[in-house]
């Protein structure tokens, strides 16, 4: 029935709440939806998670308002560099130092207007509190793979080519447990992606090659096809296939997609073909989430976790 709590705290001037916004803004918490009338101005702020706690006894030498983040140093320099923007040196004082707590935490509390005391704060285990998935690893040691790459448009599919062997070599493949295949086009890579997944010969397949918007359809037809034929093979077979296949709209696209400016997507490619056959490999094996992988949470772009505890809880947050 409970759909959302918001706690309302009036800033006494319109220069306050200003400054209020611009500094919560700054942190990077999600805006919500605020409110500009002739009476009154109300700005919101979103957290993912928020906790309502009641004290009974010692209060913890914080803030009332306690928000949870990920990142807390960058947090920190983020509230540093705000104050000093919008006061000076002398308004950094208003900043605590960075403390330890008895409860394993990290935290540090600002004044950004007087009278409005916020405390930061993050575990001191980083994988504390928060959900644990299945990740593959980036180790390609012992692993096989084959490439599959298209002779059409080399100019672009060689530099993929060697974004990709540089990806499996980096990572601890032999140059032995790489077999390269060449295909005339992309319409050709899936059928030779299908045979090599058959043969059970490596455990993955990394398709390289480069589609060219042109006057016509045609471009629309093998775009649909090759990709269509890589899924279904992927799905029917067991064994990853990454997808390196560009589909750009002119030259110059492709070539930055090809490690002139935008990465080298032959590259990346090669290391999403690594990371699933770590992950196809643990999955087989049975190794769940407990006590695997490493902890995954969607954040706001300074760290923010979001989760604000008000009246904290005896002894800290739990």
């Known amino acids: 029935m409970i759909k959302g709590i918001s706690f309302l705290r009036p800033t006494g001037s319109r220069a306050a709440y200003d400054r209020l916004a611009s500094f919560f803004s700054a942190l990077g918490f999600a805006h919500g939806k605020g409110w500009n009338e002739e009476t009154s101005h109300g700005a919101a702020f979103l957290a993912p998670l928020g906790n309502l706690e009641f004290v009974d006894g010692q209060f913890p030498s914080t803030a009332d308002v306690l928000v949870e983040v990920i990142a807390l140093d960058a947090v920190y320099q983020a509230a540093a560099a705000w104050l000093r923007a919008n006061g000076g040196e002398k308004a950094v004082t208003r900043l605590s130092p960075v403390t330890e707590t008895h409860w394993n935490s990290r935290l540090f509390t600002v004044e950004p207007e007087p009278g409005f005391t916020f405390s930061f704060w993050a575990w001191t285990d980083p994988a504390k509190g928060k959900p644990v998935a299945v990740e593959g690893d980036l180790s390609a040691a012992g692993m096989k793979f084959a490439i599959v790459v298209a002779r059409w448009n080399a100019v ?163």
């Not at 299908?194 to 006057?215: S, T, Y």
């Not at 096809?225 to 296949?245: C, K, M, N």
């Open 156 to 318: 672009i599919t060689e530099r993929l080519l060697d974004g990709s062997l540089d990806a499996l070599l980096r990572s601890g493949a032999k140059r032995a447990d790489i077999e390269v295949v060449r295909v005339p086009g992309a319409w050709e890579i899936p059928a030779a992606a299908r045979a090599l997944a058959n043969a059970g010969r490596v455990d993955a397949i990394i398709p390289l090659g480069c589609l060219l918007r042109g006057e016509t359809t045609h471009y629309e037809a093998i775009y649909n096809e090759v990709a269509r034929g890589l899924g279904q093979s992927q799905q029917e077979t067991g064994i990853p296939h990454s997808f390196g296949v560009l589909t750009c709209e002119t030259l110059e696209q492709a070539l930055n997609r090809a490690g002139v400016k935008a990465g080298n997507k032959g590259f990346e490619a090669a290391i999403a073909a690594i990371e699933m056959v770590s992950l196809n490999r643990k999955l087989k094996e049975g190794r769940g989430p407990h006590g695997l992988g490493v902890p995954s949470e969607r954040t706001l772009p300074t760290g923010v976790k979001g989760q604000v505890f008000v009246r904290g809880v005896k002894g800290g947050p739990a």
